[in-house]
């Protein structure tokens, strides 16, 4: 309680010399308003976007892709990374593939997904789904190769069947591993949620960061980069959190 | 109890034959090495024998063979006149390392080896309990490996191991890591255990008074090929305490680290 405590007052002090920094900064007149916008004015855009009903729909529509690609991308990956690891002949005739996929960046997808799925979710789906799966395959994919023989031998010689060595010491053996890779896909899955939307959406914490260009509102722009800051970051405490409680033994 | 009621019931089962088993390894190189050179060994069923001597000198590898964990290069091992060809969970192991499943708790441990059998769920939890208050772990049924003491982790593992009855119990220096008082208390609660299920032990370490205090018969190996190179009997009764051990006592420890520093005996 009082180390949380001592965080809170932490990011307290951290938070206010930022807006006392750029408060100063932004009133200097070193550089036009228009281009660098004060707290106050931030502030008075995320009011009106929040009056215009877009703040919230735009999170909805982001945090709902994110969610869904995360989703898919994180089942398959957990999947896929489990059978890459395990079975040799998967390893084999996978393998190889998912390595040369590796190097392609979500953003570079994003004409692609275009053309296959328009504009639509679809394409969003499947470029965040893309992101997230590589990141949690490779992740499962190591520490699922990676179990103590001790483990696998005390399992075997306990008189347990294949089933139950996958189950029961395979996967939680593997298990902090593949956390690290569901934080790690939680966190790009918002980078590439907002690769996607800046080309070809027309709603979204992206698309309105890009609509916010056109009429040269760097508030509004502001908003969004601080909107995506404060959830990446509530997103990645509340991942923690869970993960803490999930794979207990490795804090232990 | 004394080692004479074991004498008598030496008809049971658990008897191992090892028959000029022989274990090598392939080395980079083209090279095989030969971790194990033909041993002939029969252990009595429901003994306690020790394999002592230097890393190096086979005594986990033959330990592992009767496990099954190992395959071998020559010769065979027959547990009760069937050959061992894998693992077998009539044999059970208490691993050097802590084998135990973090993800359970020490009920979960225990209970992760009664799985196979087809018995109700109650009738396995009463089993897994009554095996955690065997080692003294009652009360604690519900608490983590990661939270339990080095000693008390290795009596999960032994809870875990006895509670299907096995015929054979592998030991690969599983109080190697603990310190000497928490040794001693282990070295009492596996011998009354094993008095209770009387299965066949095999130890290996390279403590020389863990040995003789636990063993019927202590196998003295030696490296460069791994080899049993003598045999001692130990025919004192138990409970053998440390502080009141008689002149045969060091006479028997005297003997064996003789052997075990004659050059080529030990490796370091």
């Given amino acids: ?252 | 109890m004394s080692a004479a009621i074991h004498a008598n019931d030496m008809s049971g089962v658990g008897r191992i034959h090892i028959k000029n088993a022989a274990v090598s390894f392939n080395a980079p190189g083209r090279r095989t090495i030969e971790a194990l050179a033909p041993t002939e060994l029969v252990i009595d069923s429901g003994s306690f024998i020790s394999l002592i001597g230097p890393s190096g000198c086979g005594k986990s590898t033959l330990l592992n063979a009767v496990g099954g964990f190992v395959p071998l290069s020559a010769g065979s091992i027959e547990l009760d006149d069937e050959p061992v060809t894998g693992i077998n969970p009539d044999v059970g192991v208490v691993f050097q390392q802590y084998a135990l499943f973090p993800w359970f708790t020490a009920l979960g441990n225990v209970m992760f080896a009664l799985k196979r059998f087809k018995i109700s769920k109650e009738e396995r939890l009463s089993r897994a309990y009554a095996a955690l208050k065997e080692v003294g772990l009652d009360g604690r049924e519900s608490t983590y490996p990661g939270q339990l003491s080095g000693g008390m982790r290795q009596r999960v593992a032994l809870a875990r191991t006895f509670v299907t009855s096995p015929k054979v119990l592998l030991m690969d220096e599983p109080f190697g890591a603990l310190d000497a008082q928490t040794r001693v208390v282990m070295h009492d609660i596996l011998l009354r255990v094993w008095e209770a299920h009387k299965a066949t032990v095999i130890f290996v370490t390279h403590d020389v008074d863990e040995a003789l205090i636990l063993s019927d018969k202590v196998h003295i190996m030696s490296s460069g090929p791994g080899r049993i190179i003598d045999t001692m009997e130990v025919a004192q009764e138990r409970p053998r305490h440390i502080d009141a051990l008689g002149e045969q006592f060091l006479k028997n420890r005297n003997h064996i680290i003789k052997l075990l520093r004659q050059p080529g005996a030990a490796d370091h």
């Fill in chain 1, 1 to 252: 309680m009082e180390t949380q405590l001592k965080k809170f007052g932490q990011l307290l002090i951290s938070l206010t010399g930022v807006v006392i920094l750029w408060s100063l900064f932004a009133n200097s007149g070193f550089i036009s308003q228009d281009l660098f916008p004060t707290p106050g004015q931030v502030w008075a855009a995320a009011i009106e976007l929040y009056q215009d009903g877009v703040l919230v729909s735009d999170l909805k529509v982001s945090l709902t892709r994110a969610a869904i690609g995360f989703s898919i991308g994180a089942s398959l990956g957990i999947l896929i990374g489990l059978l890459t690891a395990r079975i040799k002949l998967i390893s084999i005739a996978l393998e190889p593939f998912l390595n040369l996929l590796r190097p392609i960046p979500a953003i570079a997808l994003v004409p692609v997904a275009i053309v296959w799925f328009g504009i639509g979710e679809g394409s969003k789906y499947f470029v965040i789904s893309y992101t997230v799966f590589l990141a949690v395959w490779l992740n499962t994919h190591a520490g699922a190769s990676d179990v103590a023989s001790t483990y696998i031998r005390a399992a075997r010689s306990l008189g347990a069947s294949k089933f139950r060595e996958f189950f029961e010491v395979i996967i939680p053996a593997s298990a902090p591993h593949i956390v690290v890779g569901l934080r790690l896909g939680a966190a790009l899955a918002f980078l590439s949620l907002v690769a996607a939307e800046l080309s070809g959406a027309s709603s979204g914490i992206g698309f309105r960061l890009q609509d916010a260009r056109q009429f040269m509102r760097t508030d509004r722009m502001f908003v969004g980069l601080i909107e995506l800051g404060i959830l990446g970051a509530l997103l990645d405490a509340v991942f923690v959190f869970f993960s803490r409680r999930i794979v207990h033994w490795e804090n232990a």
